[in-house]
């Protein structure tokens, strides 16, 4: 499987961005999906999940309720909406799948692919 990861850019605090995590392979609708992001300097950290019908999501404290994650399965593609966005969602954010696509995971060592990361600038 291969991730490739768009939409970061650069934007004001409380602005939003969509970000999409495009998959190759017939078998993504079984992946659970995540989304982690990693500062400079700070470790690799969960941001949100979801697994394999979108029945079930879950987000990092830090998050909840200004970000949304979804999927297209018809598309390959998993999205994460983020809004009301602050200095501190400055990073780097990577989309992983993993094969135990019926619950959602918030450790890195659960997934078993990654994407290449796009990064996301929120100025002050």
């Known amino acids: 499987v291969q991730l490739q990861a768009s939409g970061g850019g650069l934007v004001q605090a409380g602005g939003s961005l969509r970000l999409s995590c495009a998959a190759s392979g017939r078998t993504f609708s079984s992946y659970g999906m995540g989304w982690f992001r990693q500062a400079p300097g700070k470790e690799r950290e969960f941001v949100a999940a979801?697994?394999?019908?979108?029945?079930?999501?879950y987000y990092a404290d830090s998050v909840k309720g200004r970000f949304t994650i979804s999927r297209d399965n018809a598309k390959n593609t998993v999205y994460l909406q983020m809004n009301s966005l602050k200095p501190e969602d400055t990073a780097v954010y990577y989309c992983?799948?993993?094969?135990?696509?019926?619950?959602?995971?918030?450790?890195?060592?659960?997934?078993?692919?990654w994407g290449q990361g796009t990064q996301v600038t929120v100025s002050s």
């Open positions: 992983a799948a993993t094969t135990r696509g019926s619950y959602y995971y918030t450790q890195t060592n659960m997934y078993d692919y």
């Open positions: 979801i697994n394999w019908s979108g029945g079930r999501t």
